[in-house]
Structures are given as structure tokens and as C-alpha cells.
């Protein structure tokens, strides 16, 4: 029987996936990707190993699964969010609000993400899914930028280097809140980081 255009089989499949997935990220978080193992990650999802290593062959599979996972609903979050707003200044705003919320409602999957993604691979040798998702983000950030120079609220200058620094300031202090007590509200973050790239390139 089909549910919403998918089948039983491809209903219970995602269901399963996002079970191990998210149980996957609580081990990778509490423990690092060598400590972890696979019956750790099937015992927090009430799962058999058998049935996870029926979805991933692997740890390491399940580990950059559980990445791409949440790199792609921070991204669709950012999109949604930056065009459900008017004016360049919001749009700013809303991007560093949706990731500095992201960071405080999945600190597991930040943990991961920033702790102990450049040990199991070189950045040299960053899988192909996960730059092409960087740039696709970054270029949707670029063509917002666009937008507001075109209509004159931000001055002509380098898009792309652009877009690069103000991701940046949104990492540098998710990564500040992630490692050291901050003393601030994700709200004060947001109005320091949005003020501080609006004067610097608006027209």
C-alpha cells in the first residue's frame, strides 16, 4: 500500500534510517568516531547490528550519512527561512538566527561535524556529496546577495568572497558556542553577528 506516492517497504526503509541515524549521532557525539561501534549505535536505537549494517555496511557510512543529514536540513532550513523574510538586512539575520538556533536545538550533530570529521578524512580528500552541498548553499547565499545588490541595498563588490566570510562569522561563533560558555543568548549573537556584516556591506 502506498503512503504519499511511497511505498510500505519505502516508508518503514526511511523510518528505519532515520532511527539509526539519529541514534548514531548521540554515540558519535558522546563517544567520537573511534571509540563508537556499531552494536553501541544499535543498542541507543533499539535496533539489532544486523539491522543497522543492513542500512550501512559500515560505521564510517553510517557517520558521514548522519553528517550529510543534517548539513542538508541546516541548508533547506537557511533557504526557507532567508526567503520567508523581506529586505536584505532580515535576510541576513535570519540566516545566522536559523544557525545559531540549529546549534543550540543539535549540538549532537555539531559535535561530530566539528570534533571529529577531519579525523577519518583528509580535507583534501572531502568526499564529492559534501562539496557539492557546501557550494550549492553557498551559491543559493550568493544569489541573495545578488538580489540585494541589484536593488541597491548592498554595495558591488566580490559575491563569492562575500558570501565565504559571512558563512564564516556564522561558524566562528557556532563553534564558540559549542566549546566555550558564551555568557550571551543565541538572540545577542544573532544582532552582533547581523550588524556587524550589515556595516560592512551595506550601500
Request: aromatic residues 10%; glycine residues 6%; charged residues 25%.
Amino acid at each position: 500500500m502506498a503512503v504519499q506516492g511511497k511505498t510500505k517497504h519505502e516508508v518503514l526503509s526511511a523510518f528505519r534510517t532515520a532511527e539509526i541515524l539519529s541514534a548514531a549521532r548521540k554515540v558519535f557525539a558522546e563517544k567520537g568516531f573511534n571509540d563508537a561501534t556499531m552494536d553501541q549505535i544499535a543498542e541507543a536505537g533499539g535496533l539489532s547490528k544486523g539491522t543497522v549494517y543492513l542500512y550501512f555496511p559500515s560505521k564510517r557510512d553510517v557517520y558521514l550519512a548522519a553528517l550529510m543529514q543534517g548539513a542538508e536540513e541546516l541548508g533547506i532550513l537557511t533557504v526557507q527561512r532567508m526567503s520567508a523574510v523581506a529586505g536584505f538586512r532580515a535576510k541576513i539575520r535570519a540566516f545566522f538566527q536559523t544557525r545559531l538556533q540549529y546549534l543550540e536545538e543539535n549540538r549532537d550533530f555539531f559535535q561530530i561535524y566539528h570534533s571529529e570529521f577531519g579525523n577519518i578524512m583528509h580535507p583534501v580528500a572531502l568526499c564529492q556529496d559534501f562539496r557539492d552541498l557546501y557550494l550549492k548553499n553557498l551559491v543559493a547565499f550568493e544569489a541573495v546577495l545578488k538580489e540585494g545588490m541589484e536593488a541597491g541595498e548592498i554595495r558591488a563588490s566580490n559575491l563569492p568572497t562575500i558570501a565565504s566570510a559571512v558563512y564564516d562569522m556564522a561558524k566562528g561563533t557556532m563553534m564558540r558556542r559549542l566549546i566555550w560558555p558564551t555568557g550571551t543568548s543565541v538572540d545577542e549573537d544573532v544582532e552582533t553577528l547581523t550588524d556587524l556584516a550589515w556595516k560592512g556591506i551595506a550601500n
